[in-house]
Nanobody, 114 residues
Framework: QVQLVESGGGLVQPGGSLRLSCAASGFTFRRYVMSWYRQAPGKERELVASISTAGTTNYADSVKGRFTISRDNDKSTVYLQMNSLKPEDTAVYYC????????WGQGTQVTVSS
């Protein structure tokens, strides 16, 4: 059974940091492109960052220089380090795996507020 379990969300003040984790199981993690998406209230889901099977990364312009995506194939886990957080980063963050099939996690809430 495929599972993507996100963790690490929460409430943080502007300028703070959070590290999201997404633990995968049930598929060959190293063969999948891993991504983080987010969806704010009333807005469409958007791509935040992705990392290829070779480790090549891609970021949305809005998070470049602040967020870092990484993966640990031995642990079947993808991470999103988020620094210098802004109120506009508030959203539900989803992990997505793309390979032979596509899989979504259940999401984790990130709220940036003073």
């Amino acid at each position: 059974q495929v599972q993507l379990v996100e963790s690490g969300g929460g409430l943080v003040q502007p300028g703070g940091s959070l590290r999201l984790s997404c633990a995968a199981s049930g598929f060959t993690f190293r063969r999948y492109v891993m991504s983080w998406y987010r969806q704010a209230p009333g807005k469409e889901r958007e791509l935040v960052a992705s990392i290829s099977t070779a480790g090549t990364t891609n970021y949305a312009d809005s998070v470049k220089g602040r967020f870092t995506i990484s993966r640990d194939n031995d642990k079947s886990t993808v991470y999103l380090q988020m620094n210098s957080l802004k109120p506009e980063d508030t959203a539900v963050y989803y992990c997505y795996a793309l390979g032979l099939s596509g899989y979504w996690g259940q999401g984790t809430q990130v709220t940036v507020s003073s």
